[in-house]
């Protein structure tokens, strides 16, 4: 079992950064990725960004040089979010990934941080 605690999200004005965090506990050595999804009312969750625990990161189109993935999966990790706009506002989930488990996928979600950008 790992949990996933998130913070830093916020109230931003457009153009600027937050950075989140995602601190991990519980079985933290069996995480092989953690990701950053968002979701907007009423739709799915969509991928943000994602690091594996060997460093290697994967954006979405849509951030790709904007925000920056980083961190330890096995303790912390952030989301810096630059050049902010009101399309980015949403709520942020973190995500660990073990894999397969005894007990079916290894996905543990935090619980969602909210950000707010303002025009």
């Known amino acids: 079992q790992v949990q996933l605690v998130e913070s830093g999200g916020g109230l931003v004005q457009a153009g600027g950064s937050l950075r989140l965090s995602c601190t991990a506990s519980g079985t933290t050595s069996s995480i092989i990725t953690t990701g950053w999804y968002r979701q907007f009312p009423g739709v799915s969750r969509e991928l943000v960004a994602e690091?594996?625990?060997?460093?290697?990161t994967n954006y979405a189109d849509s951030v790709k040089g904007r925000f920056t993935i980083s961190g330890d999966v096995r303790y912390t990790v952030y989301l810096q979010m630059n050049s902010l706009n009101p399309d980015d506002k949403a709520v942020y989930y973190c995500?660990?990934?073990?894999?397969?488990?005894?007990?079916?996928?290894?996905?543990?979600w935090g619980q969602g941080t909210q950000v707010t950008v303002a025009t």
């Open positions: 995500d660990a990934d073990l894999g397969w488990l005894p007990t079916g996928p290894g996905k543990f």
């Open positions: 690091i594996t625990m060997s460093g290697v």
